[in-house]
T-cell receptor, first 115, second 120 residues
Framework: AAGVIQSPRHLIKEKRETATLKCYPI?????VYWYQQGPGQDPQFLIS???????DKGSIPDRFSAQQFSDYHSELNMSSLELGDSALYFC??????????????FGSGTQLSVL | GENVEQHPSTLSVQEGDSAVIKCTYS??????FPWYKQELGKRPQLIID?????GEKKDQRIAVTLNKTAKHFSLHITETQPEDSAVYFC???????????????????FGAGTRLTVKP
């Protein structure tokens, strides 16, 4: 069965550069979530989209932005990168029908290293 | 608490016509609105839902619209067919979203239902 696909798997950037992470949800899933996990830390919820519109917003910095496209894939854009942005970025997808307890399917993550 | 009102209680249409069922809710914090269809002798089935960040959602012949300001949402069925005959329930709840924490506040309030009859 198809799973959540994230690209790239690894990304190395320098300070003040920009980065774009991509997430392709499971077919028919209409909701995408982004999480950031720093070294030795719990995943932190960044932002989510439902039917191409922002549905929830967590601890996403103003330097980051995201969107969900008509084919339901999502991109996380990160500008003015800082050393502290080095982390594993997870994307997850789910079906919108539910009561807030939808089952999330996670991708393998993108490891971002800022030098 | 949340109070959901549904109108009409019964609706009869000719095959091919459109049917509209309306619901109002009282709690402005409600952000998730599902619609269920219950055929005779069967369990209610979720047919479509909408969250408060969108105003309209379509799925083939059914659509749901939401007016957050007026606190009402509607189910629209186009090109009705005899198999659309059933009781339809609307509902409203406050969905916290799938953040990695658990919540215990998913109380869902239902409308009283609308019996839709589609005449061949």
């Amino acid at each position: 069965a198809a799973g959540v696909i994230q690209s790239p798997r690894h990304l190395i950037k320098e300070k003040r550069e920009t980065a774009t992470l991509k997430c392709y949800p499971i077919p028919r899933h209409d909701t995408v979530y982004w999480y950031q996990q720093g070294p030795g830390q719990d995943p932190q919820f960044l932002i989510s989209f439902y039917e191409k519109m922002q549905s929830d917003k967590g601890s996403i910095p103003d330097r980051f932005s995201a969107q969900q496209f008509s084919d339901y894939h999502s991109e996380l854009n990160m500008s003015s990168l800082e050393l502290g942005d080095s982390a594993l970025y997870f994307c997850a997808s789910s079906l919108g029908a539910g009561t807030g307890n939808e089952k999330l399917f996670f991708g393998s993550g993108t490891q971002l290293s800022v030098l | 608490g949340e109070n959901v009102e549904q109108h009409p209680s019964t609706l009869s249409v000719q095959e091919g016509d459109s049917a509209v069922i309306k619901c109002t809710y009282s709690d402005s914090a409600s952000n998730y609105f599902p619609w269920y269809k219950q055929e005779l002798g069967k369990r209610p089935q979720l047919i479509i839902d909408i969250r408060s960040n969108v105003g309209e959602k379509k799925d083939q012949r059914i659509a749901v619209t939401l007016n957050k300001t007026a606190k009402h949402f509607s189910l629209h069925i186009t090109e009705t067919q005899p198999e659309d005959s059933a009781v339809y329930f609307c509902a409203a709840s406050m969905s916290p979203g799938p953040i990695l924490e658990s919540y215990n506040n998913n109380d869902m309030r239902f409308g009283a239902g609308t019996r839709l009859t589609v005449k061949p």
